[in-house]
């Protein structure tokens, strides 16, 4: 297969993976490329994402590697041999990459967790509410540079609105659901439409409240997106300096493990969204 001169982030996971495994057998990449019938560059640029495989030659691997997880093999290939062309794609050139590879990671995804403080989840927004959030970045964008980030976001929203939805679960602080990004008006209709999605049965709401004693996680916000198999899992942690996508296993796990400490001391599902509908009411 011809060389690649930009890999996606789902690519690189795939060569990532391919590397864990090689490491796992105690293979130098030389030792790898002499068992495939290769060189090592050409391990180098699979590993990097910059060659596509076969099945065949990702079983092959997977054989050389002494890999006996198949749940996870089958997993490599369907990522190999995936020919997906997305929504996503309407954006090349005119967003940045990350956009792009969070979009095909969701879309991917067996089910999303979020964790939000600060914000309403991306998810959730309405697309004023998003298209505010967006407009108050600095060094302030173009209205057309916010129009297309707000359209992205809600073309997201397909993830858990489209015939395919996953199960989603979001645990939101009463912060992020006080804090008026917008008027009173669009504020209201935010909480509304938090409160109209919370009733689908694949969609879980959760609230912090503010008079929750013994809170210190109010730096956990993250989003989680659930892979075939947990090893493909992905956590995604945004910054000032951008968004990042994490998949060592040891983050994963602590990941999943804060998700469920933080859901642990939520209100349930019906008493958040009376709490919601309370807030809606003071507007």
Known sequence: MPRRRQASARQERLGAELRKLREAAGLKGREAAALLGTDSAQVSQTEAGLAGLSEARLRRMATQYACADEELIDALVAMATDRTVGWWEKYRGLLPTMYLDLAEVEHHATYRHDIEFLHVPGLLQTED???AVFSYQVPARAEEDVELRARHRMDRRVIIEGPA????KAVIHEAALRIRVGDRPAVRAQLNRVLELSEADHVT????????????GAG????????????????????PHGTTLIDSEAQLVASRTLFRKVEAV??????????????????
Request: net charge negative; charged share 25%; no cysteine.
């Open 266 to 283: 939520a209100l349930e599902p019906e008493r958040s969204r009376e709490f919601i509908h309370a807030l809606a009411k003071e507007l």
């Open 129 to 131: 509410y998003a298209r």
């Open 165 to 168: 939805a996953v199960p989603y």
């Open 220 to 239: 956990s916000a993250m989003m989680y997106v659930g892979g075939t198999v947990p090893k493909l899992d992905t956590a995604v942690r945004d910054s």
């Open 205 to 216: 709401v959760r609230v912090i409240p503010f008079d929750l004693d013994g809170f210190a």
